[in-house]
């Protein structure tokens, strides 16, 4: 996507991360066009849809110079399950796993950091939501990028004929995230007392 807008603005020449909107949708099909058509693994357009509208708050668009330079879609998945790339997303059983089903970054942009900004995001966003750990399927031999940020590999999991020969399952751990102030206060006084504090969430 050509980026030759030129502008003082020092807000517009930072990256911009935001929630997605129905006027995105034509340049995130572009995008997502040119980044897997000649893999094969290209989606129409209302089942690439349909995976944001699941989870909405955990997809997001990335803006540079007030245009889209790239896009992140994740939604919950149990842990080893992915979506089917020729159907719309259906519902699925609550999780605690959520699945990065597509991180595409426009590819005059590539290669300054702009995949990894989009990646803390997510991760910082799956943190405070309560998830535990990030899945996803790196293809066309991208595994070793994933591997550098912390992902690892599941071989065996996703089949050659869904993703394409060199597909492989990934998944990372998130952090528990820190108890609020009072709570560890509250902790330390039952501990103190002789009573037990278990502060993981759901436990």
């Given at each position: 996507m050509p980026m030759n807008r030129d502008t003082t603005n020092a807000r517009?020449?930072?990256p911009r991360i935001r929630p997605l909107t129905s006027d995105d949708w034509d340049a995130i099909t572009a995008l997502e066009?040119?980044?897997y058509a000649a893999l094969g693994l290209s989606e129409e357009p209302a089942a690439l849809a349909s995976r944001a509208h699941?989870?909405?708050d955990t997809c997001f668009a990335l803006d540079l110079h007030r245009r889209l330079a790239g896009?992140?879609?994740a939604l919950p998945y149990p842990a080893f399950h992915y979506p089917d790339l020729t159907r719309p997303e259906r519902p699925s059983p609550p999780s605690r796993n959520l699945h990065l089903h597509d991180l595409v970054i426009a590819e005059p942009l590539r290669r300054r950091g702009l995949a990894r900004h989009l990646l803390h995001h997510l991760t910082t966003t799956a943190t405070r939501d309560g998830y535990q750990q990030i899945s996803l399927i790196a293809v066309a031999g991208s595994e070793p990028f994933w591997a550098a940020n912390g992902f690892h590999s599941h071989p065996?999991?996703?089949s050659p004929d869904e993703y394409g020969p060199h597909a492989v399952y990934m998944s990372r751990p998130l952090p528990t995230p820190a108890a609020p102030h009072h709570q560890?206060?509250?902790a330390?006084?039952?501990n103190r007392s002789?009573?037990?504090a278990n502060l993981r969430e759901g436990a």
């Open positions: 517009d020449t930072s066009s040119r980044a699941a989870s909405p896009y992140l879609l065996g999991v996703v560890r206060v509250n330390c006084d039952d002789g009573h037990k």
